[in-house]
């Protein structure tokens, strides 16, 4: 694990350097409710509500190394209504659609991207997976408005996302996350 953040920490200081003139490179803060299940075998479907801190670091066109950091709560999970906590480290790619395709400034931005990580499950849902990290995965997309050259907004964000935590059957758990925030472009 140690090796993989360091890694990633190299590669996107080095990337960001390289292109920090002409990139469009962005941190974000959004709201995440992660829809996600109890059990295998019945639904005891649930959702959580958190947050996430995003940064984005271009790499060539539309291409962009991405990091996200989230982690989702509830209190009343599953059949006994007991909490889960998810907390995730992941990172992966983004493409973007390139502004040269836009005809004004405040055009919806759409990307799409591919992360994965590990993710730590804590609580009374989590069982026999509390205190452990996985590996888990989020592939999706979603919508920025830029308000200016500066700031934008997260309309949307939707992303299927998968965790790989104990549970005492298969190890596999199917869950979807929406999101919306802000972002800044710390870089042009």
Not at 8 to 22: E, F
Not at 24 to 37: E, F, I, K, Q
């Amino acid at each position: 694990m140690r090796f993989f953040l360091l890694s990633t920490l190299l590669l996107l200081t080095s990337a960001s350097a390289v292109h920090a003139q002409d990139s469009l490179s962005d941190v974000a803060v959004t709201y995440h409710w992660v829809r996600t299940n109890a059990g295998p075998g019945d639904c005891g479907c649930f959702g959580l509500n958190g947050g996430g801190l995003s940064g984005s670091w271009n790499l060539y066109g539309p291409w962009s190394v991405v990091v996200d950091l989230s982690s989702e709560h509830t209190g009343s999970g599953g059949p006994l209504g007991n909490s889960l906590t998810l907390t995730s480290l992941m990172a992966g790619a983004r493409y973007q659609t390139p502004l040269r395709w836009m005809e004004r400034t405040h055009q919806p931005r759409p990307f799409a991207q591919f992360l994965i990580g590990s993710t730590h499950a804590g609580g009374g849902v989590a069982g026999v997976a509390d205190g452990s990290f996985e590996f888990s995965m989020r592939v999706g997309g979603g919508i920025d408005i830029p308000l200016n050259s500066r700031f934008a907004v997260r309309a949307v964000q939707t992303d299927y996302y998968l965790t790989t935590s104990a549970n005492a059957r298969n190890n596999h758990q199917n869950n979807f996350l929406v999101g919306a925030g802000i972002l800044y472009y710390w870089s042009r």
